[in-house]
C-alpha cells in the first residue's frame, strides 16, 4: 500500500499536484472525475473508536448490534493517530506525507493551540471537491473541532457542534440530507468517545459508579498499582463502552430516517483509537510525551490500540476482510462503487479488492512528542522515531517486543523519507477555547 517512489517520481507527483492546484483554482475540476452512477454518500466517523470494542471484533460487552448487522466489516490501520492529520486521509485517499496536513519537520511537538500544524496542500482534492465538480451538495459536520480545521473551504458547508452528542449531530445531518435534493455527500464527526465523556442517558450494561473526575483521563503518569487505579479504570471502560452502545443505536436511528438510503453509500470509520494504560511502560521506555502523559488517549505514540479501527460498509460489492486495511481506502472505495474514473493518484486501494495478507501498511505524524512513524506487516509493527534514528519492532496483537535485524531492515526501507506540507493555519479565539475544552493544550 506504501508507494516508493524515486526521485523522478516525486518530480512527477509535485507536477501533478501543480496542475490539479491550477484547475482547482480555475474551475477546471470537472477533468478530474467522470462518474458513472451518482450515488449519495454518508460517511461517518466515530472519533476515538478503537477496533477492538466492536462487538464483532470479538469483545465481552455487545457494544454494537447495528454496526455488526451492516454488510461489510475491516480492522484497518489509521493513517495517524490523531484527528488532525487522519481526517484528511479519509477524505484524500493519501497519507499525511502526501496531503500536506502535517508539522513541518519531525521535531518534539507540543499540540499547543498557538502553533497548530498545516493544512492540506491547495493542489490536493478532498472527495468533497471531487464530488462538487460534478453537481454534489457537500456538508461536513463535526463535533470534535479539531477535523474542520484542515479541511476549511473544502465543503460547501462546514458546521461545528462542539462537544454536541450524536443525536444532535446526526438529527442535523437528517435534516439537511432530507431536504437536499441528490446527488449530496455528508461527512460527520462524532465525538462522543473524546473526552470530556458525557453522563449517559441509558446504562446498558449496569450501573456506572460516581467516581470523580471519570469524564476526563487520570492516571496519566506515575504509579498506577493501587485500588483507586483499578476502580477508575474499571468505571472508565464501562463508560465507555455504553457511550459506544449509544452511538451505535442514533445511528441506527438516523439511517433509518434518511431518504434515498437504498442509493446511498454508508461508510462508518475512525479516525484513530484510544489507549487504556496498554503501553504504558513500552512507551516510557521508548518515546517522549512533551505533557508527561504515558498509556492513555491518542497522539502520542503509534501502538496498536490507537492506530486499529474499523471500516463498515453497507456496500454488498465488499465481502469484509480480516486482514488490516488502511483507511487511506476508503475514498478509492467510494469512487469505485460510484463506477468512477479519476485523474488522481491515491495511497489507498479499493476495498472491492482487499489488500492481500502481509500489505505494508503506514502510520504517521503525532501531536506530542518527536514524530513517529509505523510500518506494519503482518503482525509485525514497527515504530521509527526519525529524530533520533531510533526504532522498535513489537507483535501487533501481543505487544512482545521482537528483536529481528533482517525484519527491521526490511520494515525500515519502507518509511518515507519526504513529506509534504500545505498552507499555514490560524485558529480563532472562539476555537482555541473549543480545542481547550477537548483536552488540547493552550
Known amino acids: 500500500m506504501i508507494k516508493e517512489i524515486g526521485k523522478t517520481g516525486l518530480e512527477k ?21 467522470d462518474v458513472d452512477d451518482k450515488k449519495n454518500i454518508l460517511v461517518i466517523t466515530i ?10 471484533s470479538g469483545y465481552h460487552r455487545e457494544t454494537t448490534p447495528f454496526l455488526d448487522s451492516l454488510n461489510s466489516y475491516s480492522p484497518a490501520i489509521a493513517a495517524a493517530p490523531w484527528t488532525f492529520s487522519s481526517v484528511p486521509s479519509i477524505l484524500t485517499g493519501l497519507h499525511p506525507h502526501n496531503h500536506g496536513a502535517v508539522y513541518q519537520d519531525d521535531s518534539s511537538r507540543n499540540q499547543d493551540l498557538s502553533n497548530p500544524p498545516n493544512g ?12 462538487d465538480s460534478v453537481g454534489y451538495e457537500t456538508q461536513f459536520i463535526t463535533a470534535v473541532g479539531t477535523a474542520a480545521i484542515p479541511i476549511e473551504g473544502r465543503f460547501k458547508s462546514v458546521k461545528r457542534r462542539h462537544d454536541a452528542d450524536a443525536e444532535d449531530v446526526l438529527s442535523e445531518i437528517q435534516q439537511w440530507w432530507n431536504d437536499t435534493p441528490g446527488p449530496k455527500f455528508s461527512y460527520a464527526q462524532l465525538g462522543d468517545l473524546h473526552e470530556p465523556l458525557h453522563d449517559p442517558n441509558t446504562e446498558y450494561f449496569s450501573e456506572i459508579p460516581d467516581i470523580d473526575g471519570i469524564d476526563r483521563w487520570r492516571f496519566t503518569s506515575g504509579d498506577i498499582q493501587n485500588d ?3 476502580r477508575y479504570r474499571s468505571a472508565r471502560g464501562l463508560l465507555y463502552d455504553t457511550l459506544l452502545r449509544y452511538v451505535d443505536e442514533e445511528i441506527e436511528r438516523a439511517l433509518g430516517g434518511l431518504a434515498e438510503l437504498d442509493d446511498t453509500i454508508v461508510v462508518i470509520t475512525s479516525d484513530h483509537g ?8 513500552f512507551e516510557e521506555e521508548h518515546f517522549e510525551d512533551s505533557r508527561g502523559i504515558s498509556g492513555v488517549g491518542h497522539g502520542h505514540a503509534l501502538v496498536p490500540p490507537v492506530l486499529e479501527v474499523p471500516i463498515i460498509t453497507n456496500l454488498e460489492s465488499i465481502s469484509g476482510s480480516t486482514t488490516r486495511q488502511s483507511s487511506t481506502d476508503i475514498v478509492p ?15 489507498g486501494e479499493p476495498l472491492q479488492e482487499p489488500s492481500p495478507e502481509g500489505s505494508v501498511l503506514l502510520s504517521q505524524e503525532i501531536a506530542y512528542g518527536p514524530n513517529q512513524i509505523s510500518i506494519t506487516e503482518g503482525d509485525e509493527h514497527l515504530i521509527y522515531v526519525p529524530t533520533t534514528d531510533s526504532s522498535v519492532i513489537i507483535d501487533f496483537e501481543t505487544g512482545e517486543q521482537i528483536d529481528d ?13 519526504d513529506r509534504a ?9 472562539d476555537v482555541q477555547k473549543q480545542l481547550s475544552d477537548l483536552g488540547y493544550a493552550e
Open 13 to 33: 507527483v509535485r507536477q501533478f499536484r501543480s496542475r490539479m492546484a491550477y484547475e482547482l483554482r480555475d474551475g477546471g475540476r470537472s477533468s478530474m472525475i
Open 274 to 281: 484510544e489507549e487504556f494504560w496498554e503501553y504504558k511502560s
Open 333 to 347: 472505495t467510494i469512487l469505485s462503487e460510484m463506477g468512477a474514473t479519476v485523474n488522481v493518484d491515491f495511497d
Open 47 to 56: 472519533d476515538c473508536l478503537r477496533d477492538d470494542r466492536l462487538s464483532v
Open 228 to 230: 483507586e487505579f483499578e
Open 120 to 131: 492540506i496542500q491547495d493542489g490536493v482534492p478532498t472527495l468533497a471537491e471531487l464530488l
Open 421 to 429: 506540507t500545505g498552507s499555514s493555519v490560524e485558529l480563532s479565539d
Open 405 to 417: 535485524p533482517e525484519s527491521k531492515s526490511r520494515l525500515m526501507n519502507q518509511v518515507p523519507r
